[in-house]
């Protein structure tokens, strides 16, 4: 153990009842939910940038956080990574995920970057096999450097092209070593400040292309986890190609790689795209990409990325109810890209604003849960679309206009409305709550 | 004449240093902009509905417009047909648009709904026979009638499908006979309240279905016009399915529908998801499905649908920009999908309003032609992306990872990141205004 | 009891455990929190407007409830109030609101308005009688009618002012009558929709001598109860002078009325202004202005006034933890002012929304109590601040910066920064949900 | 000269129809506009911070820029205020605005930051004694470094508020010391990240006592400037206490403070709090707190502080019109708070994205004063209101709610409503730009 952590206990379940702020309310990992422990339906991941590399600066100031392994060495990497699987198993999650930047001393050059990134992909892997910890995803940071500012696939400039190339090959290759379950791709610089100086026809080719060669570098190495798009309205870029959930898809149809690349979606993003994180998730679910989460909550007042820890378990509960109807995660999980406030500077911060995102997710879990097991919200559901699994519901899909106003005329269909019953079912879901 | 109208002039163009406030100070019709009329590259449409057919309530508030139209029987009807083209002269618009339920008496049910429009249909001919008037597009109202509370296409009773069915075509069949050039889907209830309720994947498929039928009855019929699909996120339902351009893209590709089915954008539905007009035009353009627009402006700071007389003329040559970069409209044209304030009570309210607007239209058309034929800002786009017209950027589209990692690594690609020139395009496209 | 509501039961409590929909899972009238009854915490009160006027209509859709005593005659008023009476008795909340326009016919003029509501005030006071309910504030309706358009004290027109005047003195008395506790001003219309044609200057004076007289006119008669502005930013007028609470604050000081006039805040009103609901009662709180509060909820992501029943009971322990910070309620109460959802057809639908709203706000109470007992987050409040009740502390608020300046320089004081602990605090909420 | 603007020429007004990009095509500097120079109306100033200091980071990326000023040496710091002044000089402008932490190396202690900025003040006497450069305002950066995370003067800390008097002090004695007209406080952490650590009823008292200091030292040592708040609604603080120009008038009325301070009003902060730039400038007008502006503009669909140079002159038109009515600028100008793209690498661009904005603010004026020597404007809205300034509207104001009821019932007033012509003024207002 390294000294950061120093004096905090490892967390286990204690329960509802507990007065212990060090401990699990509700997560109880090998408790069983819908047959399965809590551990494999959530599959956490705790994220390194947030937690490890971020120093709590906002637009308006600087560093906050003071932490030993801040600088810019090999050794310091090494530090960072101890503390970093300390605090993995402080929190006992099984998995972790991982930028390039985030690991590993910025180089000089791409060859600089690659080596420094090898150097702690080995010493990442002698700690997962020493530890059991698992990593849920991989991904390349194409837009810290300023060479990414105007892009990175989607760049006026082939060389940074190229570049974004090299380097997602190599956080590929770190992925595939590590025996990661996702590589994940957010575009936060694919997209454009002002169309005054954006060809979007050529960039829209240039994210097809690089995404196809993605497709195809996994199959070539063999890599079996999913290539996982994150989409994101805004932020830092004016406008993000991967706006939404329902954007990513119309992309994936463009490039026929639908059958090939699912979504991360992130509570936050969702939010900032004028949707709930359950719409996200639903209509993943029901475009056949749903992947993994990064689980966070966004405040709706404040219009960027807030990246909170989770605390509303009514709205987890909405979220996993989602999941769970998709039949749960298969190499996805539940990964915390939140930050603590850069105000909250003491270890101690870190460790229990995962404590408390981990409870609220496990509550939240639980409630749906319930409510698939009670299945109450089902058949009121199947109940009010009934009509379509009748002979004459089937057959209207099927028809034509024609045929259909033939039909209105002659037996004078005149619907009447009935209720949609909306607050009875928020009832319900508070029952479970 | 109608007497509602009475001495207000027919408004002709007199030029920007007018002080008659009944004349158009921009939009002079056959003036030549890039070798085609004013009047062909705007092709303005009157909205019957706003106009025509909207008392002035709001949430809060009643009807406050007193229009000796109103009513509910076929004689008020013809009147009202007879107050709109007196209205469409005045302008000179030479198109207009409707829904069925503007224009006609609400029947008990189908059969009266479908006799009340034949009348006003065989009406509306005989006006445009005599004027010379268009019909710009023609639509179905599913959206304001309690029926339709739960959707149409997307409503979890068949019956109201059927019910919706008949309605399209009934519409389809008045825009066919009347010469329309353009037939427009919004989808003001096709979305959900709460997924508590709503079977997302049924909905969809039903939405799909209904979107075959519209496109196999027009070949049926021969109508030779363009379906469009107008998008927008919400309200008046919680989350609408045609959310954005992008999101309608995604979901013809799933129907395989892309090659039959446009777009027909509005500047306030743009603004609620979050997009700029022009964004959603420019993609649309890429996509190619650019079909019309809706023009409006949308206070950016009201939550909801606004429906302003645009006037601000710098957002309008933006607009058109990515208009006439798209080669113009084909069936298309500039629909005013605006509304007067709930206060402008007078006759000349209605009429200055749409004058205001249409200069607004003409003077940001003009700034567009003006830039396109200067050229400097294409030049600094093309000068931007000039590296991927080389050989070495052709060529890397379609490259693969590793032989691209590998050129990175033998040149030892680095590139430095170069001036997007952002304000300086804006102060130049300020010179065209 | 009428017809509407049969064969629902009343509403009794049967705790957290019950399958049933029609009882109380949380609000148990007379179980005691922190040595009062939840009754007289809550001081629930049903809106009559949302409730039995509200025709279900929204901006893109007409009547969806089908109500019996819809219409203007005084005989379907009264059973409209029957109806009204068997549902407060129902839920067994102990009061109402309401505006003149809810619960009598709209007259020709204001003689026939008055007579109207003088009519129905007679026969509200022998059911109140009969029943025990309780009125918890009364107000005039001053912004549906056209003739308020352009606002009611702000308008341009000295003959609204004046209308408008006389109206409130009506509701007054009505109020006064009836043992109202309070007497609300909601100014939906004073404000702007544009600044071209307003004179800001005048209207805010026109404000502010109202508000003189409807505090001189409840002296005068010796209404005993409370004045309450009811702020909101904006819908259905672009700009509304009342706009959060410190806008209010600032009004009221500029016109010495801030010892005379509280505020009435509603959930909804705070989010469209921007604010958290705990923010705006936690600033009136500290204004010496908390009176009462409009409870529902509205959609972060709608941006207009979605008056929902609410529902997210960690939302409600945050709002009830100011107010019982602040003492709780002494004239003011609970208002649901909120909404069915317009497919919410059924006469079960209005009640159970409100059960769910009720029991959502009681364990809500209950959560804030048990915060509030147990201490903890107000230890760590204080502790955070103990430095200010040292004397050096105390001093420094009544030094000047050339004295401190010195201090600065003489002890090089130089703090270090020290842990906000936000996270922490936020786990620790969630232990009392 | 230094080095950085070599090849660039000083900016010189050839009017609009000039092609030359280093040019002004509106800014007149000497021409009259309502008998008084363009200059002396706008009073244009460059803002130190974003210009010179600003690296170009966002929150997910680090530095674009690379200035040979950038570091931390005083040597450094002299070479940025030669390069600054250059600056100035090229645009011909007659004003700057700087932080202490914008000129001066960060010190370890107060004493040492206070050394490097009286060192820098001194060198800017010398500067400005060459050029005839002035200062528009001074103020303290009581926000970037982490001693100021939880505040300045609303810090739990009182040793941070010490610290903060102290640094407010040596800032105003450098801007009294170099002539400043203004005195600015922005409490960008002025406020709260979560209710559940703050007090704020403490912390409103600190900041009332701050202001109090404020304004007793600047009569203490004669500075005849004017004090200077400027709102903003949150970013980087959730919430911040000087929220809009509304709240800052509750809080100056509840110290007494009115008469002493005023408010800097930016457009970008405006928009953050939902309202147009010309609202807060015309409520600042009525409540007689309208002191000076930061122009910039404000992306309305990013939900953050974009600071974006000005470029679309209506909106700065209808800006100007507002403050022509409050009768100009007395010690106020015009600063930008805008900075460049993070794209926007080159020297042209920082003096090009001035000139385009210099020349939006120029366009807006000229129209803004055309459209009040006109008249038109005023003349309807007098006579919109012209009722009030009849007897009886007069004695309206100071009557009381019975009598005044007892005349709608005597004469039986009730009013008609008249068209607002809200789109006739628009138009009218495009007539003159």
Redo the contacts between chains.
Sequence with gaps: MTDFFKGIPQIIYEGPQTDN?FAF?HYNPDELVMEKSMKDHLRFACAYWHSLAWP?G???????FERPWFGDTMELARLKADTAFDMFQILDVPFFCFHDADVRPEGA???ENTRNLEAIVEYFGEKMEATGLQLLWGTANL????????GAATN????????S??T???C?DATHKLGGQNYVLWG??EGY??????????E???AG?MLQ??V??KH?IGFDGTILIEPK????T??QYD??V??V???L??FGLEGEVKVNIEQGHA??????F??EL??AR??GILGSIDMNRN???????TDQ?P????EMA?AFY?ILRAGGFTTGGTNFDAK???????P??LI??H??GM??CAAGLKAAAAMLEDGK?EA??EE??A??D?E??KA???????S??K???EK????????????????????Y?
Tied chains: 1, 2, 3, 4.
Excluded: C
Aim: aromatic content about 10%; overall charge negative; hydrophobic content about 35%.
């Design positions: 702020e309310r709590g906002d637009p308006f100031g600087g560093q906050t050059n791409y060859a837009f810290s450097h300023r060479r990414f500012m105007a006026p400039d082939p060389e940074v092209f190229a570049f190339a090299a997602i090959k190599s590929m936060g610089r400040e002002t169309l005054l100086n954006t060809d979007m026809g050529r829209r080719a240039q292309a060669m993605v195809d570098y070539k309205p805004q932020e830092p004016k406008h706006y939404d329902a954007t898809y119309g992309f149809k463009d939010i900032l795209a004028g949707h709930s359950e719409h639903a209509l029901e475009l405040d709706y007042q404040s219009g960027w990325d820890f605390n509303n378990v009514p909405l989602e603590l406030r850069r105000q909250s500077l003491d101690e911060d229990l604003a404590v408390g409870d609220a919200l009121a559901r009010r679309y009509g379509w009748s004459a519901g209207l899909l099927s028809s034509d206009l024609a259909i106003e039909q209105v005329r004078d269909i005149n619907p009447l409305p009935r209720s949609g019953r909306q607050e009875r079912l928020e009832n319900l879901v508070n029952r709550l």
